[in-house]
């Protein structure tokens, strides 16, 4: 009955009870206190996805006597986790897809946030411009209105005056007897003037209405004034103020100003001549463009560059277009069109002297025998007997006429200077010693001539010595093509002797008559152009260049333009050292006062101001710049390249500071380290110039760890002290082939050695001992020659090497011994080898380093 009542009084709800079903735990606490808790125990309920199969107690299925297993557990069991493991997994995936959703969501709502505001900045934008138009629409109307109550003013002027004209004039006539004015004139006039009011008064409030709906946005409005306090604003009877006529001048002013300003700012299309580069402020200068805007649109193309940088014509091309001009493309060669000048008039030309190189081999006598024409000692002024470089000069014959002659080296170090003599004449003369006959730079020579396509006169010389043989010279000279006239052909050919000089007037007819046929001329009106023969840089006169004129007249206070080199021509000597005021065509003659010493086989002009010079000269240094920073690059990155693949080590570089009397020596002398350097040792000219050795060539020098060589030229007192200060070596020579020798000596002693192996003899191994102290010695029999200590040995076993090293040890008996000779018997012990067997071979031998040298 108490359960009912109870449960009665709790409204049909269960009282809370502990299951009976559970335990009791006993809990201790400090203090020796404790207490028993009743602790009820309750199956865990499971997760069912479908309503159908058997559950058990606390809501899971029943798993056991075979019955089904739920969907969540068949999907746990399948993936070999637990159900609960399963359910954490499956709210992982939950709360993943809800960030993912969260985090579109938020992108949607920033890109619609961007959205918004660019339509707003757009409205803004558009709503600022229709205001702009409004104002100046807004103003506009106000000027025609302005100009419409002037006129209307004016016309109403002389109407208002009329009247007051007629009053007098109608009194007068009264008073002469005429008929005094009607009543319906009067009433016309009253109506007339009441009318002219109503339309002042209309115009005065319309201005006032505009004035007040302008809402003082304007010059002419109120509210220009709305700041200031005055008695007639405080007592309200400035309503009817107008703008001053100053303030509408200086209003009509400004509009005035900004409209012929907006005139002005409208881009006008121009031409822009794009050279191959250029910079970008050059190339906004060019379209008269602000240099901030042209990188500005660089910047938005992904190119980060700034006003100093260099592009190409394309990009320059395309940004010119981008802005809105037109282009002309144009190349930096265009400086040297027209360098040459026009063509000739064939009336103005007339004759000139014909220009004679003698060619040769070393020692033939080629400068004795111009030495002999020109009647002056020149051999003894050439070291060594042998001409070093190009020399020019000038003979007059007993006839009056004159032959230009160009002396060319024979020596094979200076090939380029003999095909630049070739290139520049008329006519060879081709010297053959009649004892000597034919040489190597006899047939060099022949090649030149040919490939400049020049007459050849044969010279055959030393006719005077004992067994001199004429004949043998012009039969050998038929090998190489060149016929004879003697012999069937077209060639002349004249017996001379330089020593006794025989034969030098046939000689010089000989040249007179091949001169008559090529029908030499030219026009001495025009500038000057022609070749430079040769330079030097000269202690008191500076840069001299001797030229050779081809056409034109030279004149001091010419511009010239040689090269890479340019000046203003100060003086002209000729080969006699005499000063001349002109030198026509095919006159050889000295040049001073250029900025340098140009490279000899160089062309020279005269130009129109030393502008067209400066460019000139800037374009060909930038060519030549170019061209020697890219090829040293490209060998440098070969070279390195080759020598990774190979395993080659680079190859030991010989620096050198070259110094010499003429540019045509440093080129010689360069051309000829070049010829003897090889892949493992390389002479290497760091500097190369003409002129004495000074303070910056020591320096240079000292710098490089190089030796000064000086060809025909010495130091000075400064630079002789401070190359012993520093150390640095200077080499003094005359003689082109001694200064060639020594750096071939210097290059040889850089040289690896040569590595050459000897075999000296064969050990067997016929037992093998395990030495505490020593290791594994092999006692051996030497079955050939003779084994030394430390020599190289070979392990072989079964004729296979497999081991390569040096003997550690040689002992016989318990004696350490120089050597074994064959039939005895030894110990052997390998450096740092131990694998040795019975039954092995040792093959012995010495390595021999050889020296080598260059060939």
Known sequence: MSDTKDTGNTGGRKPLTVSRGGGTVKQTFSHGRSKQVVVETKKRRGISLTGSGNKGPGGQKASGGGKPLSKLAEAARKLGITEAELIARQKVLLQRRDAEAKRKTAIDQQRARTDRLRDSQQKMVNTEKERGEAEIRRKAEQEERKQAET??????????????????????????????????????????????????????????????????????????????????????????????????????????????????????????????????????????????DVVKFMMSQGEMLRGNDTIDADTAELITDEFGHTVKRVSEADVEIGLDGILDNPKDLVGRSPIVTIMGHVDHGKTSLLDALRSTDIVSGEAGGITQHIGAYQVQLKSGEKISFLDTPGHAAFSAMRARGANVTDIVIL????????????????????????????AVNKTDLEGADPTKVLTDLLQHDIQVESMGGDVQAINVSALTKAGLDELTEAITLQAELLDLKANPSRPADG??????????????????????????????????????????????????????????????????????????NVVDNEARAREITEYRMRQKRDKIGTATQRASLEQFMTNLAEGVGKADDLPIVLKADVQGSVEAITQSLEKISTDEVCAKVVFGAAGGISESDILL???????????????????????????????????????????????????????????????????????????????????????????????????????????????????????????????????????????????????????????
């Open 531 to 604: 070749i430079v023969v040769e330079s030097q840089l000269d202690k008191g006169r500076g840069p001299v260049a001797t030229v050779l004129v081809k056409r034109g007249s030279l004149k001091r206070g010419d511009i010239v333009v040689a090269g890479a080199q340019w000046g203003k021509v100060r003086a002209l000597v000729n080969e006699r050292g005499q000063q001349l005021k002109t030198a026509g065509p095919s006159i050889p003659t000295e040049i001073l006062g250029l900025d340098g010493t140009p490279e000899p086989g160089d062309t020279f």
């Open 431 to 458: 010297v053959v010693a009649a004892d000597d006959s034919v040489m190597p730079q006899t047939i060099e020579a022949i090649s030149h001539a040919k490939a400049a396509e020049v007459p050849i006169i044969v």
């Open 151 to 292: 006129e209307a003013r004016k016309e109403a002027e002389p109407a208002t005056a009329k009247p007051a004209e007629d009053a007098p004039t109608s009194g007068k006539t009264g008073r002469s007897g005429t008929s005094a004015p009607s009543q319906a004139d009067i009433e016309a006039q009253a109506s007339s003037a009441e009318s002219r009011g109503k339309r002042g008064r209309s115009g005065k409030d319309e201005r006032q209405k505009r004035g007040n709906e302008s809402g003082g946005r304007g010059r002419g409005g109120d509210s220009r004034r709305r700041g200031k306090l005055t008695i007639a604003s405080a007592l309200g009877d400035d309503g009817d103020r107008q703008r001053s006529l100053a303030s509408v001048r200086r209003a009509r002013e400004r509009e005035r100003e900004r409209r012929s300003d907006g005139d002005a700012q409208e881009k006008v299309a121009v031409e822009v001549t794009l050279p191959e580069t250029i910079t970008l402020q050059e190339l906004a200068g060019r379209m008269n463009e602000r240099v901030a």
């Open 701 to 855: 020098a000292q710098s490089t760890g190089a030796p000064v060589f000086a060809f025909n030229v010495r130091a000075n007192k400064q630079a002789r002290e401070l190359a012993e200060k520093e150390g640095v070596e200077i080499r003094y020579y005359s003689i082109i082939y001694q200064l060639i020798d020594d750096v071939k000596d210097s290059l040889s002693g850089m040289l690896s050695p040569e590595r050459k192996e000897t075999f000296i003899g064969y050990a067997d191994i016929l037992e093998v001992f395990n030495i505490t102290k020593a290791g594994k010695v092999a006692g051996c029999k030497i079955t050939e020659g003779v084994v030394k200590r430390g020599c190289g040995v070979r392990l072989l076993r079964d004729d296979v090497v497999i081991h390569e090293g040096n003997l550690k040890t040689l002992k016989r008996f318990k004696d350490e011994v120089a050597e074994v000779t064959n039939g005895m018997e030894c110990g052997m012990a390998f450096e740092k080898y131990e694998d040795i067997r019975a039954g092995d071979r040792i093959e012995c031998f010495e390595i021999e380093m050889i020296a080598r040298k260059l060939d």
